[in-house]
């Protein structure tokens, strides 16, 4: 998995501080950075609707929970036991990237902001379950069961981007493990079969690593299929349009998003600028002070009014006078 540098990082960042202390008048800027692998940053202006829905929305990116030495992209259990607490002292309420992509926001109450929590890479230490089939409360998910519960207006939901053995698993128990994740509320979304390169493979062979997985998670779970995914390495395919849909083991995929590995936050899904086959990720880790999490998470919080903000009317769209046109 290839990132920013911490020099390139902290580079983009003070850019984007400078661009935001001078949005304090008629509009306010969105310091989103997107592309591949740290290319430039893309900045746009973001209009102030009523209720914020064109706001920035954090879509937090994980990988490996390990107990100790964590690297670049891994997290603590003690880390991701804060970064829950930060999001909930800071009003941000969980939803799904699938919701994301469909403006589906009916879960969100008024003066919240969307957040969405991904994992990649399907590690044992993401989701486990114990003998009983309950999950085992020291895994990601686990974590998050246990502060929902202490927090019940803090969902416990994520998306769960998978590889060919998901979470270490195999044979049924691999569906087991997708039919209960389901069932609790968590998307499953494709992260290609073996984890390569995209760039460096025909447009077959990257349909097949896309294809593959998707019948797994079909075989597993028809009602829902994959309908996201996230760039391995966050290399983008020779040919993009193997993204969007193709077939592979019989069985056709199509996905409505697809997920960059960097690095900031992501438009609203009403505002013009929004990429649904681009969407940027914050990432987050215990790693080098976990740098652009709490950069992000900082920043949004001393600019609360470049946050998207529910405005309590989830199936209306802001009006035609303060959405911003898509392309």
Not at 99 to 123: E, H, I, M, Q, W
Request: charged share 15%; hydrophobic share 40%.
């Amino acid at each position: 998995m290839t990132g920013l540098s911490r020099r390139r990082f902290l580079t983009l960042a003070a850019a984007s501080t400078v661009v935001a202390g001078c949005a304090d008048t008629a509009a306010d800027t969105a310091p989103v950075v997107t592309g591949q692998g740290g290319t430039a940053p893309h900045r746009t202006p973001v209009p102030r609707p009523a209720g914020r829905e064109l706001g920035a929305i954090p879509v937090l990116m994980h990988h490996r929970l390990v107990a100790s030495s964590p690297g670049t992209y891994d997290m603590t259990p003690a880390f991701f036991r804060a970064e829950l607490a930060r999001l909930y002292r800071e009003n941000y309420h969980p939803i799904r990237a699938i919701d994301l992509v469909r403006r589906n926001f009916t879960s969100v109450p008024a003066g919240k902001t969307p957040v969405v929590l991904t994992f990649d890479d399907s590690t044992p230490g993401q989701v486990a379950f114990d003998s009983a089939g309950r999950v085992a409360p020291d895994c990601a998910l686990g974590i998050l069961q246990t502060f929902h519960a202490a927090h019940p207006d803090f969902p416990a939901v994520a998306t769960f981007y998978i590889n060919r053995r998901p979470f270490g698993l195999s044979g049924a128990d691999v569906t087991r493990a997708l039919v209960r994740l389901n069932q609790l509320g968590c998307e499953i979304g494709n992260h290609t079969w073996s984890h390569p390169n995209l760039r460096t493979l025909t447009r077959a062979q990257a349909e097949a690593e896309i294809g593959k997985l998707a019948a797994l998670v079909n075989r597993a779970i028809p009602q829902a299929p994959a309908r996201t995914l996230a760039l391995p390495l966050g290399v983008h395919p020779r040919d993009p349009a193997v993204l969007a849909g193709g077939a592979a083991d019989g069985t056709a995929y199509r996905n409505l998003g697809v997920l960059l590995v960097g690095a900031g936050p992501c438009h609203s899904p009403f505002h013009r600028d929004f990429d649904p086959m681009a969407i940027p990720r914050i990432r987050c880790s215990s790693h080098d002070g976990d740098l652009e999490f709490t950069y992000w998470l900082d920043h949004l919080a001393a600019h609360p009014s470049q946050k998207f903000i529910a405005s309590g009317n989830p199936s209306q769209a802001p009006s035609s006078s303060t959405t911003a046109s898509r392309r």
